[in-house]
């Protein structure tokens, strides 16, 4: 299985400027960025992100153990989104450094679990999670008829500049 993510430059924009912004209870922000699918080959398929949606600061937990906790409200709200539009949720997330991110023991212990609770409401969408760094990313992803997370194989910010990063 092979997954390409291309994300407008508006809505990486607007990632990267929300979750760059301080939050009162949570150490990082969290926000979900909706995905149209495409099917480039039987087993290659193609994300394009096409919006961007903060996590409101009433919808965070007061939870130190985690750089941010996002309670049932923001998980709800990113299910209506899906029932709503009919578009795929990648959760997103930034750890504030260049180079690759990499997930924490809490991102791989907590986003399958998310991503999972998108597909009961989302079967026919792609799910995932992206963290961003300041030049590149990480993504991991579902699509439908296959409900394993698996790593994305390119991360494109269309737009100018053109941006890869996952290279």
């Excluded at 209870?25 to 960025?33: K, M, T, W």
């Excluded at 750089?67 to 709503?84: E, H, Y």
């Excluded at 997930?103 to 998108?118: E, G, H, I, W």
Aim: with cysteine; proline share 7%; aromatic share 6%.
């Amino acid at each position: 299985m092979k997954a390409d993510i291309r994300l407008l430059g508006s809505v990486y924009a607007a990632a990267i400027a929300d979750l760059s912004r301080p939050h009162p209870v949570a150490a990082e922000r969290v926000g979900f960025i909706s995905v149209a699918l495409g099917k480039l080959s039987p087993n290659h398929f193609l994300l394009l992100g096409h919006g961007y949606t903060a996590v409101p600061d009433a919808h965070y937990l007061d939870y130190p153990r985690a750089g941010a906790c996002i309670g049932p409200d923001a998980i709800r709200a990113a299910m209506q989104r899906i029932l709503d539009t009919g578009a795929g949720q990648l959760h997103v997330h930034l750890h504030d450094h260049s180079g690759r991110p990499r997930p924490s023991r809490t991102d791989l212990r907590d986003m399958p679990a998310l991503v999972k609770s998108l597909n009961v409401v989302g079967p026919a969408c792609a799910h995932g999670a992206i963290i961003l760094s300041s030049d590149r990313a990480w993504a991991q992803v579902t699509v439908p008829d296959s409900r394993q997370l698996f790593d994305a194989s390119a991360v494109t910010v269309v737009g100018f500049p053109l941006l890869f990063l996952n290279r």
